[in-house]
């Protein structure tokens, strides 16, 4: 959610904010804004609505001058979406102005005490205490003053702060949310992620929680709450701009969908050595453990359930997967002989990192799954897997999810053969399937050229259920959240044999079901589960395996995967739903990449 940028350099200040800011529209937002310092004043322009808006605006504003600057896009959380309460907000007097990602959970309260001492506010936001604290504080030290205001704001916060007595200077201050350095030659940055400035360097400092820094042209200087400097190593990113770019497609989710042979080939071939798999980062001994729970949000929660299908069938270890907003407010019982699995593309997820503490806090080891290097998940957690999936822009996930359960795929069998439940030769033959995976999901993207067609037909439907068993349920809740999240069609995913409990009275006619049915062991039932919705004048569209003849006669439409070992089908399955959502949307003429209302990076409750 949110992107805040700055940069200190002798470039167009204006051009090199706006940049970042359009590169950052895939985080979610609903305004934005830009300030920039020049000499001993500060000049804003910001906007409810698009950043191409911010960039008219900007354009007609000659007072944006200057060395050094900040911006931010917002996504409400406390005030309604107006050119008022974006960001960057300003001080009174005009001294200071910031940017802010986060929430300040004692806002309110600092808001009323200021208010009381006569300081004004025009904003309904929580981020203008902050402004308001730093100019009402201030003594002409503002490191000092930052630290102090720091110390009295609770919640998350990434800040980034201009001042007037500064000239050519940021200020930044983080505490649990992202933020990054971009270290330049005469040139340096911050921003809430690093594709704002991916085309400017790749030289990145990580901050931690409770640092600062004081940053300019041709300085970092990074600090502590008592001042004291810190010497941090820098990291080069391996990635290339162009991953962060369309590349002639349309949007970022279609090439991300493409891109997915390629993201799980990064994430499977490394870790194969010798035709066995193999987890450095993971110096543990799985016997000590007598569960796994997996906790994590949304699609990451959904690959967590692919993976406890799996770990329970061939490690016979119990396995429980538990939604991270909940988890930390049911007095989960465990201890140190569970092992908690945290999955989270971003690394940044508020409530998985909530849940990572609680798990910490009751002595469980965690492995976390996370995509960011150096993002606060990976850092919390006692081992950290990364999914090398590369940059992900649009807001609804693909290769981060399919990459995510290939990972729990691994870890599975690399855990049933530590745990001494498949013998050498099993594991080499389950290795070789994993190993297959990226050929087999080119494969699915090649079987399934007639979805497009499929949309058309479809896209007009008020509201879709998807049905499955097993493993094929699994599937069917990333499937439902794809739909749904992108096309804004209502979308629910239901266990097939429960639709006689209650699911099958909204069956009416016209009504389309998506029916994976992809588990070949439970494929007379979810059979005889079709027959039941079509005798009830339901449309039928089935994800079957490819030289499955029967599907034909009982569906009114096929998406196809090709046959493979059916304990790993999931990230076949996922694939054609990925496309039907992407059709579906881009029919109902949906903003793909950024769907109303969501963020890319949940850092907040």
Known sequence: MCGIIGFSGTADTKDVILGGLKRLEYRGYDSAGIAILNNDKINMVKTSGKVDQLIELAKKNDSLTGSCGIGHTRWATHGVPSDVNAHPHMSSDGKFAIVHNGIIENYIEIKNELTRKGVKFLSDTDTEVIVQLL???????????????????EGSYALGVLCTDFPNT??????????????????????????????????VIDLDDGEFAEITANKVFIFDSKLKEIKKQERKVTWDVTAAEKSGYEHFMLKEIMEQPASLKATIEPRIKDNKIS????????????????????????AGCVGRDIIEKVCNIPVYTEVASEFRYRNPIIDEKTLVIAISQSGETADTIAAIKEAKSKSSDVVAIVNVVGSAIAKLADYTIYTWAGPEIAVATTKGYTTQVAILYMFAIWAAHKLEKINDDTFASLTKDIKSLPERAQRTLDLNTRVKKLADKYYEKKSVFFIGRYLDYAVCLEGSLKLKEISYIHSEAYPAGELKHGTIALIEKGRLVVAVCCYEPLLDKIISNIQQVKARGAQVLALAVEGNKKIFTESD?????????????????????????????????????????????????
């Open 557 to 605: 439409d096929v998406l196809l995967v090709p046959k493979t070992n059916e304990l790993f089908m999931a990230v076949m399955e996922i694939i054609p739903l990925q496309l039907f959502a992407y059709y579906v949307a881009k029919k109902n003429g949906c903003d793909i990449d950024k769907p109303k209302n969501l963020a890319k990076s949940v850092t907040v409750e």
């Open 170 to 203: 940021i200020y930044v201050a983080k505490v649990s949310s992202p933020l990054l350095i971009g270290v330049g030659v005469g040139e340096n940055y911050f921003a809430s992620d690093i594709t704002a400035f991916i085309n400017k360097t790749k030289n």
């Open 135 to 153: 100019d009402y504080y201030y003594d002409g030290d503002l490191k000092k003053t930052l630290v102090k205001v720091s110390s009295m704001i």
């Open 279 to 302: 987890f450095e980062e993971l110096n543990i001994d799985i016997k000590k453990y007598d569960r796994i729970l997996i906790t994590a949000c949304g699609s990451a929660y959904y």
